[in-house]
T-cell receptor, first 110, second 115 residues
Framework: GENVEQHPSTLSVQEGDSAVIKCTYS??????FPWYKQELGKGPQLIID?????GEKKDQRIAVTLNKTAKHFSLHITETQPEDSAVYFC?????????FGTGTSLTVIP | DAGVIQSPRHEVTEMGQEVTLRCKPI?????LFWYRQTMMRGLELLIY????????DSGMPEDRFSAKMPNASFSTLKIQPSEPRDSAVYFC?????????????FGPGTRLTVL
């Protein structure tokens, strides 16, 4: 089955700086890569996703890049704000099943 | 829509007791997923349904776990008997088939503590 690795497990940045979270996957058949944000006491919520036919996607301060050859994808958050503090999960999917990374706890220091 | 609804939000029980977790998916969604989240193992898919039919239950850890979906608006995950190692947050998620995205919408979760 698919194996998704995510780094780092924790990340602290100063408000206004950028944050980058990286994931790798093992199965070249995976074709959909969502990123979820989980706030304390809540369920994960989709923030951005990318399909394998696209190399990069941006939505305001959030961007995702995908390198199919190397089987890795990354989440970039620019101009971080305290409300960006949360746990972020990457996932890889080739159908109905999502394989999640282990999560990155992001803390934005005011 | 109210989103995916789960109950209870918190459950504390003693080892050996039966536990039933409940989920109401978003109306019109064809797929329903049950996940378990722990610090050690992260988010794990336990089972998922399509049109109320279980499709893949390979993630269900043991026979103590069972899940049902009697209709399109309700699903249960049952643990009998419960054990301390079952302590985790259990999420239900749903999605619609054929959507522009494969997005799964998660409920708020049920935090289960087995003493």
């Amino acid at each position: 089955g698919e194996n998704v690795e995510q780094h780092p497990s924790t990340l602290s940045v100063q408000e206004g700086d950028s944050a980058v979270i990286k994931c790798t996957y093992s199965d070249s058949a995976s074709n959909y890569f969502p990123w979820y944000k989980q706030e304390l006491g809540k369920g994960p919520q989709l923030i951005i996703d990318i399909r394998s036919n696209v190399g990069e996607k941006k939505d305001q301060r959030i961007a995702v890049t995908l390198n199919k050859t190397a089987k890795h994808f990354s989440l970039h958050i620019t101009e971080t704000q305290p409300e960006d503090s949360a746990v972020y999960f990457c996932a890889a999917s080739m159908g109905n099943q999502f394989y999640f990374g282990t999560g990155t706890s992001l803390t934005v220091i005011p | 829509d109210a989103g995916v609804i789960q109950s209870p939000r918190h459950e504390v029980t003693e080892m050996g007791q039966e536990v039933t977790l409940r989920c109401k998916p978003i109306s019109g969604h064809d797929y329903l997923f049950w996940y378990r989240q722990t610090m050690m193992r992260g988010l794990e898919l336990l089972i998922y349904f399509n049109n109320n039919v279980p499709i893949d239950d390979s993630g269900m850890p043991e026979d103590r776990f069972s899940a049902k979906m009697p209709n399109a608006s309700f699903s249960t995950l049952k643990i009998q008997p419960s054990e301390p190692r079952d302590s985790a947050v259990y999420f239900c998620a749903s999605r619609v088939a054929g959507g522009r995205r494969n997005e799964q919408f998660f409920g708020p979760g049920t935090r289960l503590t087995v003493l």
